[in-house]
Protein backbone atom coordinates (compact mmCIF):
# COMPACT_ATOMS: atom_id res chain seq x y z
CA UNK A 1 0.00 0.00 0.00
CA UNK A 2 1.30 3.39 -0.63
CA UNK A 3 1.97 5.28 1.93
CA UNK A 4 3.18 8.75 3.37
CA UNK A 5 4.13 8.71 7.12
CA UNK A 6 4.27 11.86 9.30
CA UNK A 7 4.32 12.09 13.37
CA UNK A 8 0.93 14.20 14.08
CA UNK A 9 2.58 15.56 16.94
CA UNK A 10 1.92 18.43 18.43
CA UNK A 11 5.93 19.26 18.09
CA UNK A 12 6.85 22.44 20.16
CA UNK A 13 9.05 24.68 19.93
CA UNK A 14 10.12 28.37 21.66
CA UNK A 15 10.05 31.08 19.34
CA UNK A 16 13.87 31.77 17.58
CA UNK A 17 14.51 27.53 17.39
CA UNK A 18 14.75 25.45 14.65
CA UNK A 19 11.80 23.01 14.08
CA UNK A 20 12.23 20.11 12.21
CA UNK A 21 9.64 18.03 10.10
CA UNK A 22 9.97 14.74 9.43
CA UNK A 23 7.92 12.30 6.86
CA UNK A 24 8.98 9.06 5.29
CA UNK A 25 7.42 7.26 2.42
CA UNK A 26 6.52 3.99 1.03
CA UNK A 27 6.90 3.74 -2.67
CA UNK A 28 10.71 3.66 -3.84
CA UNK A 29 9.36 5.10 -7.04
CA UNK A 30 7.71 8.08 -5.89
CA UNK A 31 8.66 11.57 -7.39
CA UNK A 32 8.19 15.07 -6.53
CA UNK A 33 8.09 15.94 -2.57
CA UNK A 34 6.48 18.39 -1.41
CA UNK A 35 5.50 20.26 1.71
CA UNK A 36 2.27 22.16 2.72
CA UNK A 37 1.48 24.44 5.41
CA UNK A 38 -2.40 24.64 6.37
CA UNK A 39 -4.05 27.09 9.26
CA UNK A 40 -7.07 25.67 10.69
CA UNK A 41 -10.12 25.90 8.45
CA UNK A 42 -8.27 26.85 5.61
CA UNK A 43 -6.50 25.18 2.66
CA UNK A 44 -3.17 23.98 2.33
CA UNK A 45 -0.75 26.12 0.61
CA UNK A 46 2.76 25.04 -0.92
CA UNK A 47 5.95 25.75 1.77
CA UNK A 48 8.24 24.24 -0.73
CA UNK A 49 9.14 21.94 -3.66
CA UNK A 50 11.99 19.49 -3.56
CA UNK A 51 12.43 16.59 -6.43
CA UNK A 52 16.54 15.15 -5.97
CA UNK A 53 18.36 13.96 -3.59
CA UNK A 54 19.78 16.74 -0.76
CA UNK A 55 19.01 20.32 0.69
CA UNK A 56 17.05 22.44 -1.02
CA UNK A 57 16.84 26.17 0.61
CA UNK A 58 14.14 28.92 0.79
CA UNK A 59 14.66 32.08 2.93
CA UNK A 60 13.79 30.32 6.69
CA UNK A 61 12.68 27.02 5.30
CA UNK A 62 14.61 24.04 3.78
CA UNK A 63 13.74 21.02 2.31
CA UNK A 64 15.61 17.51 2.35
CA UNK A 65 15.32 14.26 0.43
CA UNK A 66 17.24 11.19 1.16
CA UNK A 67 15.52 8.80 -1.45
CA UNK A 68 17.62 5.82 -0.77
CA UNK A 69 15.99 6.34 3.22
CA UNK A 70 12.92 7.27 1.75
CA UNK A 71 13.00 10.13 3.72
CA UNK A 72 12.17 13.93 3.33
CA UNK A 73 12.36 16.35 6.07
CA UNK A 74 11.76 20.41 6.63
CA UNK A 75 13.47 22.52 9.02
CA UNK A 76 12.29 25.92 10.06
CA UNK A 77 14.90 28.83 11.07
CA UNK A 78 13.61 31.38 13.74
CA UNK A 79 10.35 29.50 13.62
CA UNK A 80 7.97 32.34 14.63
CA UNK A 81 4.38 32.42 16.46
CA UNK A 82 3.06 32.50 12.79
CA UNK A 83 4.39 29.23 11.63
CA UNK A 84 2.02 27.63 14.46
CA UNK A 85 0.13 25.48 11.80
CA UNK A 86 -0.21 21.87 10.19
CA UNK A 87 2.66 20.89 8.10
CA UNK A 88 1.77 18.55 5.40
CA UNK A 89 4.08 16.19 3.56
CA UNK A 90 2.81 14.87 -0.05
CA UNK A 91 4.31 12.64 -2.58
CA UNK A 92 3.65 12.06 -5.87
CA UNK A 93 3.33 8.32 -6.38
CA UNK A 94 2.60 6.02 -9.15
CA UNK A 95 -0.79 5.03 -9.97
CA UNK A 96 -2.11 3.86 -13.60
CA UNK A 97 -0.49 5.62 -15.48
CA UNK A 98 -0.25 8.83 -13.47
CA UNK A 99 1.54 10.23 -10.09
CA UNK A 100 -1.43 10.98 -7.89
CA UNK A 101 -0.80 13.34 -5.11
CA UNK A 102 -0.38 11.71 -1.45
CA UNK A 103 -0.45 13.17 1.55
CA UNK A 104 0.22 12.39 5.41
CA UNK A 105 -1.84 13.25 7.83
CA UNK A 106 0.20 16.19 8.82
CA UNK A 107 2.42 17.37 11.48
CA UNK A 108 1.31 20.41 13.76
CA UNK A 109 3.83 22.64 14.51
CA UNK A 110 3.21 25.51 18.21
CA UNK A 111 5.75 27.83 18.39
CA UNK A 112 5.49 29.80 21.61
CA UNK A 113 6.63 33.12 22.22
CA UNK B 1 -3.63 33.91 -14.04
CA UNK B 2 -5.36 30.84 -13.24
CA UNK B 3 -7.62 30.44 -10.34
CA UNK B 4 -10.29 27.69 -9.23
CA UNK B 5 -13.51 28.24 -8.00
CA UNK B 6 -15.10 25.55 -5.27
CA UNK B 7 -18.35 25.98 -3.50
CA UNK B 8 -19.84 26.55 -1.18
CA UNK B 9 -17.45 27.43 1.47
CA UNK B 10 -20.29 25.63 4.38
CA UNK B 11 -22.73 23.35 4.16
CA UNK B 12 -24.97 21.71 6.82
CA UNK B 13 -26.90 18.70 5.41
CA UNK B 14 -29.68 16.30 7.18
CA UNK B 15 -28.24 12.24 7.12
CA UNK B 16 -29.67 10.69 3.75
CA UNK B 17 -29.61 14.06 1.81
CA UNK B 18 -28.11 14.36 -1.27
CA UNK B 19 -24.93 16.95 -1.93
CA UNK B 20 -23.44 18.29 -4.78
CA UNK B 21 -19.91 20.49 -4.33
CA UNK B 22 -19.17 22.24 -7.80
CA UNK B 23 -15.66 23.57 -8.74
CA UNK B 24 -14.66 25.29 -11.77
CA UNK B 25 -10.85 26.17 -13.10
CA UNK B 26 -10.32 29.34 -15.25
CA UNK B 27 -7.01 30.52 -16.74
CA UNK B 28 -6.05 27.06 -17.96
CA UNK B 29 -6.46 24.07 -19.91
CA UNK B 30 -6.64 20.25 -19.96
CA UNK B 31 -6.07 20.64 -15.94
CA UNK B 32 -5.62 17.60 -13.82
CA UNK B 33 -8.63 17.60 -11.19
CA UNK B 34 -9.01 16.20 -7.73
CA UNK B 35 -11.13 16.00 -4.83
CA UNK B 36 -9.69 15.52 -1.32
CA UNK B 37 -11.36 15.41 2.09
CA UNK B 38 -9.70 15.53 5.08
CA UNK B 39 -11.69 14.53 8.36
CA UNK B 40 -11.00 16.68 11.98
CA UNK B 41 -7.48 16.10 12.79
CA UNK B 42 -6.60 13.88 9.76
CA UNK B 43 -4.76 14.27 6.67
CA UNK B 44 -5.90 14.92 3.11
CA UNK B 45 -7.75 11.80 1.82
CA UNK B 46 -7.65 11.57 -2.05
CA UNK B 47 -11.55 10.59 -3.46
CA UNK B 48 -11.63 10.74 -7.07
CA UNK B 49 -8.78 12.33 -9.70
CA UNK B 50 -9.67 13.15 -13.36
CA UNK B 51 -7.21 13.57 -15.92
CA UNK B 52 -9.65 14.53 -18.95
CA UNK B 53 -13.56 14.68 -19.42
CA UNK B 54 -15.57 12.12 -18.41
CA UNK B 55 -12.33 10.59 -17.26
CA UNK B 56 -13.04 9.72 -13.32
CA UNK B 57 -10.58 7.14 -10.81
CA UNK B 58 -11.82 6.47 -7.83
CA UNK B 59 -9.38 5.92 -5.01
CA UNK B 60 -12.01 5.08 -1.88
CA UNK B 61 -15.35 2.92 -2.40
CA UNK B 62 -17.80 4.80 -0.85
CA UNK B 63 -21.03 6.39 -1.03
CA UNK B 64 -20.09 9.24 -3.28
CA UNK B 65 -19.23 9.91 -7.03
CA UNK B 66 -17.64 12.47 -8.99
CA UNK B 67 -18.40 13.62 -12.52
CA UNK B 68 -16.30 16.19 -14.94
CA UNK B 69 -19.18 17.31 -17.62
CA UNK B 70 -16.35 20.21 -18.69
CA UNK B 71 -12.97 20.03 -19.22
CA UNK B 72 -12.97 22.47 -16.41
CA UNK B 73 -15.62 21.66 -13.95
CA UNK B 74 -15.74 18.96 -11.39
CA UNK B 75 -18.47 18.13 -9.34
CA UNK B 76 -18.83 15.56 -6.21
CA UNK B 77 -22.22 14.58 -5.31
CA UNK B 78 -23.64 11.83 -2.92
CA UNK B 79 -27.07 10.59 -3.45
CA UNK B 80 -27.63 9.87 0.50
CA UNK B 81 -24.99 11.33 2.75
CA UNK B 82 -23.98 9.49 5.47
CA UNK B 83 -22.79 11.25 8.69
CA UNK B 84 -19.15 9.46 8.01
CA UNK B 85 -18.85 12.15 4.99
CA UNK B 86 -18.72 14.83 7.58
CA UNK B 87 -15.19 16.82 6.67
CA UNK B 88 -13.33 19.83 4.62
CA UNK B 89 -13.55 19.06 0.97
CA UNK B 90 -11.04 20.29 -0.78
CA UNK B 91 -11.03 20.52 -4.73
CA UNK B 92 -7.62 20.85 -6.33
CA UNK B 93 -6.18 21.28 -9.92
CA UNK B 94 -2.78 20.46 -11.30
CA UNK B 95 -1.06 20.92 -15.33
CA UNK B 96 -1.73 17.75 -17.28
CA UNK B 97 1.17 16.04 -17.88
CA UNK B 98 3.62 17.40 -15.54
CA UNK B 99 4.04 14.85 -12.93
CA UNK B 100 6.20 17.25 -10.35
CA UNK B 101 4.25 19.95 -10.42
CA UNK B 102 2.32 20.97 -7.05
CA UNK B 103 -1.35 21.13 -6.43
CA UNK B 104 -3.71 24.25 -6.41
CA UNK B 105 -6.11 23.93 -4.04
CA UNK B 106 -9.68 25.60 -3.75
CA UNK B 107 -10.66 27.63 -0.08
CA UNK B 108 -12.35 24.45 0.61
CA UNK B 109 -16.06 23.09 1.49
CA UNK B 110 -16.59 22.44 5.27
CA UNK B 111 -19.43 19.88 5.32
CA UNK B 112 -21.10 18.81 8.32
CA UNK B 113 -23.88 16.22 8.03
CA UNK B 114 -26.28 16.08 11.17
Known amino acids: QKEVEQNSGPLSVPEGAIASLNCTYS??????FFWYRQYSGKSPELIMS????GDKEDGRFTAQLNKASQYVSLLIRDSQPSDSATYLCAVRVPSGGSYIPTFGRGTSLIVHP | SQTIHQWPATLVQPVGSPLSLECTVE??????LYWYRQAAGRGLQLLFYSVGIGQISSEVPQNLSASRPQDRQFILSSKKLLLSDSGFYLCAWSPRQAFNEKLFFGSGTQLSVL
Open chain 1, 27 to 32: DRVSQS
Open chain 1, 50 to 53: IYSN
Open chain 2, 27 to 32: GTSNPN
